[in-house]
């Protein structure tokens, strides 16, 4: 904390949303924001809630928790979109501090045998430098002892572009992206499942279609920003 302290005065932190200096027991996000962020009511209703129900029938799902809406040009999507392209894999983490400490005390993490981060492409990778989930991942492990395996799966690379496919070989596209290189890590497992936005929730249940090839398995979900479709 020492530490924290001589660094904040040799160079402060903004606060993500609102650019206020943060203070030493502050992570990326001040308390003043925390407070007003736009919370999901998912925590106090993991097994039945929007995101939840958009794996149901298609997914072993468990549980399923977005931590806020994500509101495109709202302030509030900054921590996310400075975790992902700002070059800061530790916002990334510090995203997976907050999501572990606001869930913790519920039981969210309750049985969960390990975590796995959505892969990214092989090119992103190399642009950004580091997977934003899976620095998400780290921060929720530090929390919860969970460990991440970011050895099981893994994303393929297409020569096609995406925008130039229709909206209907998109989605064709999205299905068959992942391949599941490790199923003995998962066989028999419960999997947290983690990604920094859900829009349709296509990416989550392509990935974890693939997962589910293991066999015996149960997935959580837990992503910081739900998009899309919601009150
Ligand atoms: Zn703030």
């Known amino acids: 904390m020492i530490l924290r302290r001589l660094l904040d005065l040799i160079a402060p932190r903004p606060c993500a949303v609102c650019g206020r200096r943060l203070a030493p027991t502050e992570q990326l996000i001040c308390a003043a924001c925390l407070l007003h962020m736009p919370w999901t009511d998912h925590p106090q209703h993991p097994y039945d809630n929007d995101l939840a129900k958009r794996f149901w029938h298609l997914l072993p799902i468990e549980r399923a928790v977005a931590l806020w809406h994500y509101k495109a040009r709202s302030t509030n999507t ?8 700002f070059f800061r894999p530790e916002a990334a983490e510090a995203l997976g501090l907050i999501a572990a400490h606001r869930l913790q005390s519920s039981g969210f993490f309750e049985g969960i045998d390990v975590i796995i981060p959505i892969p990214i492409a092989k090119k992103r990778l190399r642009q950004r430098g580091y997977n934003q989930s899976e620095r998400i991942a780290r921060g929720v492990s530090m929390i919860t002892g969970i460990p991440v395996n970011d050895q099981v799966v893994r994303r393929q690379t297409f020569k096609r572009s995406q925008t130039t496919l229709d909206r209907m070989s998109r989605r064709e596209n999205v ?3 992942y391949e599941l290189v490790d199923a003995a890590a998962i066989h028999g497992k ?6 920094d936005v859900c829009t349709t929730g296509a990416t989550i249940r ?3 279609s693939i997962l589910v090839t293991a066999g015996d398995i149960k997935i959580s979900v837990l992503v910081i920003g739900m998009a899309g479709e919601h009150r």
Not at 78 to 85: H, S
Not at 190 to 195: F, N, P
């Open 78 to 85: 900054y921590p996310i979109l400075q975790a992902k392209y």
């Open 175 to 177: 299905e068959g992206q």
């Open 190 to 195: 419960h999997i947290l499942l983690i990604d």
């Open 206 to 208: 392509s990935c974890g």
